[in-house]
C-alpha cells in the first residue's frame, strides 16, 4: 500500500523526501519582477503543518518557476518537467517520450556528449532523468556554488539540443533503449503490463501502450519523427523548473532569466480531454511464461489524480490488504493459498487503477482465486469498518508524509507534480493530508459500491507454462509482444506541420562555463557515542530538520554462522520470524496493529554477514515504538503457527530463484570464488534442499546462542538528544552477552587461469554476465578505498569508459558497471563487472 507521499508523486520512480515542515500562509501575489516575469504566488511556511514555503514565477516565454529556499545544507535540486509523456504519443508511434528522454542525455550545442554527467558526477552530484504516462523530467543536485552551472546545463539542452543532433546518437540510444526493453520486460511476468494496458483501455487510449513503447514501432522512426517530437512539446511553456535548495530567490530568477528567457515559446499545449474509463464488460487474458507461481492481476478502473474520491480509494486498499487483520491477508495468506497480495489505488493525470495482484501456489487455480477475492469482499462487507482500523488506516497513509521531509530534491518533485497536475491551485501538503484525514467510513463504502463491487475487471494471468513442469530446460513458445498499432498512420501527424526551430539569440556567449564560485563547508552534525556494559556500541545524532527518528540495529553474524551444524538460511528464517512472529505479550497481529497505530515501522532482515534491524517512528512516539521494539527483539514466542505462515513463502521463494538468470548467475559466480565450504561462497538464504530441513527449532537455537549484543551496534538519527536516546534503549541492558566471536574463513579455491563458466538458462533474450575475481578487504581510507576511486573511471559511474564503450559506442546492453566488492575486514571482497548483454552481443 503506498504512502500519501507517493500518491502524491503519481508513481514517480524518483525516491521522495520532504524537508523542513511547517504550515504555510498562502498569499496570492502577482507582480512584475524584471521585464515580462511576473510572481504568480508565494507560499510561507507556518510553524507545526506540513506545508512548503515557495515563490512561483512565469517567464515572458511561458516557462513556470518555482523556488523554495532551504538553507539547511549547502546543496541545491535543480527539476525540469516537461509535460508529456507516453500519453501525447499516438498508436503506431509510441515509445517517442521516453526515447527523447534518451536523447536529452546526448549532449546539446554547447555541453559535449557525456559531458553534462561528467560536470555533475565530477562534482559529487546526482542526476538522472525519468518518463511516466503523463510527464518527462530531468534533475540534478549539486553543491549549491553549481547552480549557475546547473542552470545553464538544463536551459542549453532546452535550447540548443537539436544543432548536436547527429544520426549515430540516435541509432545508438535507439538500441540502447530495445536492451533496455529486453532487460525489464523480458523478466518473469515482464510483459503483463503491455497485456493490462490493452485489456483495460479502449483502442487509441494513450494508456493503451507502455511507456517504453513497441520495439516496431520505435524500429520505424526515423530522426526527423524524433525532432519533431521535441519542437513539438519541449518548448518552455510546457515546462516546470524548480530550484529547491540553499539558494536566494532573487538570485536565481536572475540566473533564469538569464538562461532560459531567450529560449522561443513553443508550440502552444492543450490539456488532454478523455473520457472516464468504461470497462463495457469484464475480460480476461492467459498467458504462459517461464514463471514457478500464478499471477492473478485484476484491474477496477477508477477515477484521476486528486479526484474527489481517490482518498477513499486508497484508503479502502489499506482496509482490503493492509497486514494480518485484513481479509485478503486472512483469506489468502494465512490459509497457504497465495504467496503474496498486494493492493494499490494508482491514480494518473487521465484516469486510476484499482489493482488487486495475487501471486498464488501452483496448486491454486485461477477459479480458485476469483472465489477467494469475492469472499473477501463478502466478508469485508459483513465485518463493515471500526474505527480503530479506519484510524489505523489513515496514520498508514499519512506517517509516511511526515517521514519524507527530509531532502530538497523530494521537496522539489512534490513542488513539481502538484503544479503539473492542479495548476493555478497553491500547494500545501496539509490539505493533501487533510483530504485523508477526512474519509469516513461511509466514504469508503460508497466508492466500494461505485468503483468496486460487481464491477467489470481486466484480469492478466500469468502461469507456468505446462511443460516447463516436466522439464524446467524444456522450449516453450512465450508470449510476444504485440503492437495492435503497427504501421497506423498518425492521425495527429498535421501537428508537427509548420514546426521550426528558432535558435535562441543571447547576450552573452553559452560556450563559456559559468563560473563556480566558492564551496560552501557543510556543517557535520555532531554525534555522540556510548557502549553498553553487554558489548552494544551506540552512536547517535541529533537533528530538527524532521520529526522522526531512526534507528538501525546491526547485529553481526548472521548468514557467517551457517557453518557445519547450522543449516544455510536459518538466518533469513530467525529474521523472518523476528519480523512475522509474535511476542510474549502480543500475538502477531496483535503485535503488528500496535505498530500501525503508532505510525511506526519495525523491520528484521537477515544479509550476508548480519541480522538488521529497522526502526522508524515519530518523536512523539519513539518511547512506545521502543517498548514494541523491546517485546519483538527479547521476547518473541515463537509460535509454531506463525513458522509454518512464513516457512511456505520462503521456501517457495527459493524455489523461484531458478526463474532468474541473475541469481543463477550470482550463484555460480560466488561459489568459484570462495568455493562449496563456506558461507562466503553461498547466498544468504540457501538453496531449497537444505533450507527445506531448517525447523522451527533451528530458528530458535539460532536466536538464542548466535544474536549476542557484543556484536550489535545501534545508530540513531533524528529529533532525540543523547540523554532521550539513554533513557530509552535502557531495556537492551537486559540481554544477555554471549561473547561471541566472528568465524574465520582462509580455504579459498586457489586462483588459476582465465576461465569461462556457463549456466544454461534457456531461451534467455538476454544474457547475465559476470566477471571479477577475489579482491581486498574493506578498509575506510586504505587500498579498499582507493581501488574504488580508480574504478569510478573504469567502470563506476556512467560515464566510464567502459560503459562509454558497452553502452554508448556499441549498443549491446543497458548498462554495464564494475565495482569493488565487500565482504568485511575480515574477508577479501571481489572485483566484479556486470551487465545484462543482448544475446546477439554475447559472443
Not at 509482444?481 to 492521425?491: E, I, Q
Not at 541492558?733 to 563458466?757: D, R, V
Request: aromatic share 10%; hydrophobic share 35%; proline share 4%.
Amino acid at each position: 500500500m503506498k504512502n500519501l507521499t507517493q500518491k502524491i508523486m503519481l508513481a514517480v520512480a524518483l525516491a521522495i523526501s520532504v524537508s523542513s515542515y511547517g504550515q504555510t500562509g498562502t498569499t496570492a501575489a502577482t507582480g512584475t519582477v524584471s521585464g515580462k516575469t511576473e510572481l504568480i504566488e508565494k507560499v510561507e511556511a507556518v510553524p507545526g503543518k506540513a506545508i512548503i514555503s515557495y515563490e512561483k514565477y512565469r517567464l515572458a516565454n511561458g516557462l513556470t518557476v518555482l523556488v523554495h529556499e532551504d538553507h539547511s545544507d549547502p546543496v541545491v535540486h535543480v527539476e525540469v518537467t516537461y509535460k508529456v509523456g507516453s500519453n501525447r504519443e499516438t498508436g503506431g508511434k509510441s515509445g517517442f517520450a521516453h526515447f527523447f528522454e534518451h536523447m536529452m542525455f546526448q549532449g546539446s550545442e554547447n555541453v559535449a556528449d557525456e559531458e553534462h554527467f561528467k560536470i555533475v558526477q565530477g562534482a559529487g552530484g546526482t542526476m538522472n532523468g525519468t518518463t511516466s504516462r503523463d510527464r518527462t523530467n530531468y534533475y540534478e543536485t549539486v553543491p549549491a556554488n553549481m547552480l549557475e552551472t546547473a542552470l545553464w546545463l538544463e536551459s542549453d539542452r532546452m535550447g540548443f539540443l537539436l544543432p548536436a543532433f547527429t544520426k549515430k546518437k540516435f541509432e545508438v540510444q535507439r538500441s540502447t533503449v530495445k536492451n533496455e526493453k529486453d532487460q525489464s520486460y523480458g523478466q518473469p511476468y515482464g510483459q503483463t503490463s503491455e497485456i493490462m494496458g490493452q485489456l483495460l483501455y479502449p483502442p487509441g487510449h494513450p494508456y493503451s501502450w507502455q511507456t517504453i513503447g513497441y520495439v516496431d514501432d520505435l524500429d520505424r522512426a526515423d530522426s526527423n519523427d524524433l525532432k519533431n517530437f521535441f519542437l513539438r512539446w519541449y518548448g518552455p511553456n510546457n515546462a516546470i523548473l524548480v530550484v529547491a535548495g540553499d539558494v536566494n530567490t532573487a538570485n536565481v530568477i536572475k540566473m533564469v532569466e538569464k538562461y532560459f528567457g531567450s529560449i522561443s515559446r513553443g508550440a502552444e499545449v492543450a490539456k488532454l480531454n478523455v473520457p472516464r474509463n468504461v470497462l463495457p464488460e469484464s475480460v480476461t487474458k492467459t498467458v504462459y511464461d517461464d514463471v514457478y507461481f500464478p499471477l492473478n492481476d485484476i484491474v477496477y478502473p477508477t477515477v484521476p489524480a486528486f479526484n474527489a474520491d481517490e482518498p477513499a480509494l486508497d484508503l479502502l486498499a489499506e482496509l482490503l490488504d493492509g497486514g494480518k487483520n485484513s481479509v485478503f491477508y486472512k483469506n489468502f495468506i494465512k490459509t497457504e493459498r497465495a504467496l503474496q497480495t498486494s493492493i494499490n489505488n494508482s491514480t494518473s493525470e487521465l484516469s486510476g487503477e484499482f489493482n488487486i495482484a495475487i501471486v498464488s501456489y501452483d496448486d491454486v487455480t485461477p477459479k480458485e482465486v476469483s472465489d477467494l477475492v469475492a469472499k473477501c469482499f463478502a466478508d469485508f462487507e459483513a465485518e463493515g469498518i471500526n474505527d480503530e482500523d479506519l484510524a489505523r488506516a489513515k496514520e498508514s497513509i499519512i506517517s509516511g508524509t511526515y517521514s519524507s521531509m527530509e531532502s530538497v530534491a523530494g521537496k522539489a518533485s512534490l513542488l513539481t507534480l502538484f503544479e503539473m497536475a492542479m495548476p493555478g491551485k497553491k500547494y500545501t501538503l496539509e490539505n493533501e493530508i487533510n483530504r485523508y484525514r477526512n474519509v469516513t467510513k461511509e466514504d469508503i463504502m460508497r466508492v466500494f459500491n461505485k468503483y468496486i463491487k460487481g464491477k467489470n475487471t481486466a484480469t492478466v494471468i500469468v502461469e507456468q507454462h505446462p511443460a516447463l513442469k516436466e522439464n524446467p530446460n524444456a522450449k516453450i513458445e512465450q508470449y510476444v509482444s504485440f503492437n495492435p498499432y503497427a504501421n497506423a498512420k498518425d492521425p495527429n501527424e498535421g501537428q508537427f506541420k509548420g514546426l521550426v526551430y528558432n535558435r535562441p539569440v543571447d547576450n552573452f556567449s553559452r560556450k563559456n562555463r559559468p563560473v563556480v564560485g566558492p564551496a560552501v563547508t557543510a556543517k557535520v552534525p555532531d554525534f555522540y557515542k556510548y557502549k553498553m556494559e553487554n558489548g552494544i556500541e551506540v552512536i547517535g545524532t541529533q537533528t530538527n530538520e524532521t520529526d522522526m527518528v531512526y534507528m538501525t540495529f546491526n547485529i553481526k553474524g548472521g548468514h557467517l554462522f551457517e557453518t557445519e551444524k547450522i543449516l544455510p538460511g536459518t538466518a533469513v528464517f530467525t529474521a523472518a520470524m523476528l519480523e512475522e512472529g509474535g511476542t510474549k505479550n502480543y500475538t502477531a497481529a496483535e503485535m503488528e496493529k500496535e505498530i500501525q497505530k503508532l505510525g511506526s515501522n519495525i523491520s528484521f532482515n537477515a544479509n550476508d554477514q548480519s541480522i538488521s534491524v529497522n526502526v522508524s517512528c515519530y518523536k512523539s512516539r519513539f518511547k512506545e515504538t521502543l517498548a514494541l521494539l523491546e517485546q519483538k527483539l527479547l521476547y518473541p514466542n515463537f509460535d509454531a503457527a506463525d513458522f509454518k505462515t512464513v516457512r511456505k513463502p520462503l521456501l517457495e521463494s527459493i524455489r523461484n530463484q531458478r526463474t532468474s538468470a541473475g541469481i543463477m548467475a550470482n550463484k555460480g559466480f560466488l561459489r568459484l570464488l570462495y568455493g562449496n565450504d563456506n558461507p562466503l561462497g553461498t547466498i544468504n538464504t540457501g538453496e531449497y534442499k537444505s533450507a527445506s530441513k531448517i525447523t522451527l527449532n533451528n530458528a530458535i537455537d539460532f536466536y538464542n546462542t548466535m544474536m549476542s549484543p557484543n556484536l550489535t551496534r545501534v545508530i540513531v538519527a533524528g529529533n532525540v538528544n543523547e540523554a532521550e536516546t539513554k533513557s530509552n534503549l535502557t531495556f537492551l541492558s537486559t540481554w544477555k552477552n554471549l561473547n561471541l566471536t566472528l568465524p574465520k574463513f582462509t580455504n579459498f579455491p586457489e586462483a588459476g587461469s582465465t576461465q569461462i563458466f556457463l549456466i544454461n538458462k534457456a531461451f534467455s533474450k538476454q544474457s547475465s554476465m559476470l566477471m571479477g575475481y577475489r579482491a581486498l578487504p574493506y578498509d575506510v581510507l586504505g587500498d579498499f578505498y582507493k581501488a574504488n576511486i580508480m574504478n569510478y573511471v573504469l567502470a563506476g559511474n556512467f560515464n566510464s569508459r567502459l560503459n562509454l564503450n558497452i553502452r554508448e559506442d556499441k549498443g549491446w546492453t543497458y548498462g554495464i558497471n564494475g565495482r569493488f566488492s565487500s565482504k568485511g575486514k575480515d574477508f577479501p571482497g571481489f572485483y566484479v563487472i556486470s551487465a545484462g548483454v543482448k544475446t546477439s552481443a554475447t559472443d
